[in-house]
């Protein structure tokens, strides 16, 4: 026994055991032998979690001059894209309003039509201002509409007309529709129209110089319809009220009547 005591007391010396009590009083005492490893896995741990931000490059100014250039390429195209654009002060040529004015007719537009004239415009001698003269032109859109009339292959010239305050303008076209076409043939003619400052002011000639049928529709009508002729489309052969009603009259008896021309003209 006196042995085996001995060798414990030999084994506490060589590695003392550390005070449960004390550590409890004084955990933050490093007076063990156990503490300096505890403390150096913390410090260990805290180490890692604790890390430092690298710094931040430094800003490179070629990014700035990159930069620069790019707001110098925008200013320069947008500066490109307006001198491109018509200025304020810019109107349509008598040419381009020419064309405006046969397609307005064209697709049935006409808000579109009085707007390329001006505000005391006069048309076959009556002024656009007043409203019955307004009224005559809707119920042409109206006929052609009816009729599917158009005009096709226009070609303007410039007429010479000394001492006008406008230029003048010559429009030679063909004109087809749903009753022309019934009849196989192509009606010509040519429009006489003065410009000034992009607006039409006069319109003096509307004249067919073609009609293949020499008026045959109108004067079968007269002979087979004639009272109703005269109330929805006018009195004579020359009479020309138009609007849908009357066109109406033209498109219902559109058989009969090319019927009539084959059997006149073999």
């Not at 490059?57 to 654009?85: C, D, H, T, Y």
């Not at 119920?139 to 009339?149: I, L, N, V």
């Not at 429009?191 to 529709?217: C, H, K, L, W, Y």
Request: aromatic share 10%.
């Amino acid at each position: 026994m006196t042995d085996e005591r001995a060798l414990l007391a030999a084994l506490r010396e060589a590695n003392p055991v550390p005070d449960p009590n004390a550590l409890i009083e004084n955990p933050g005492s490093t007076n063990t032998g156990a503490a300096p490893q505890r403390n150096h896995t913390m410090h260990s741990t805290q180490s890692v979690i604790d890390f430092e931000h690298p710094a931040a490059p430094p800003k490179r100014r070629g990014s700035w001059a990159m930069a620069a250039w790019a707001a110098i390429v925008v200013i320069v195209a947008v500066g490109a894209f307006a001198l491109l654009q018509p200025g304020p002060g810019e109107v349509a040529t008598p040419e381009e309003v020419a064309a405006s004015y046969f397609d307005a007719i064209n697709q049935n537009d006409p808000d579109g039509w009085w707007a390329l004239h001006s505000e005391d415009a006069v048309i076959f001698g009556e002024s656009l201002s007043e409203e019955s003269v307004r009224q005559s032109h809707q119920d042409y859109f109206d006929w052609r509409t009816t009729t599917e009339s158009r005009f096709e292959n226009v070609e303007c010239t410039e007429t010479a007309r000394p001492g006008a305050d406008a230029t003048g303008l010559l429009c030679a076209y063909e004109w087809r529709g749903a009753i022309q076409d019934r009849f196989g043939v192509v009606l010509s003619g040519y429009i006489q129209m003065d410009i000034a400052g992009g607006e039409i002011v006069r319109v003096t000639t509307d004249s067919p110089d073609f009609d293949p049928m020499n008026g045959f529709p109108v004067r079968f009508l007269i002979e087979n319809h004639g009272a109703e002729f005269a109330s929805l489309c006018g009195e004579g052969p020359g009479a020309f009220n138009g609007g849908e009603e009357c066109a109406l009259l033209y498109m219902n008896n559109l058989d009969a009547m090319a019927e009539a021309w084959e059997a006149e003209n073999g």
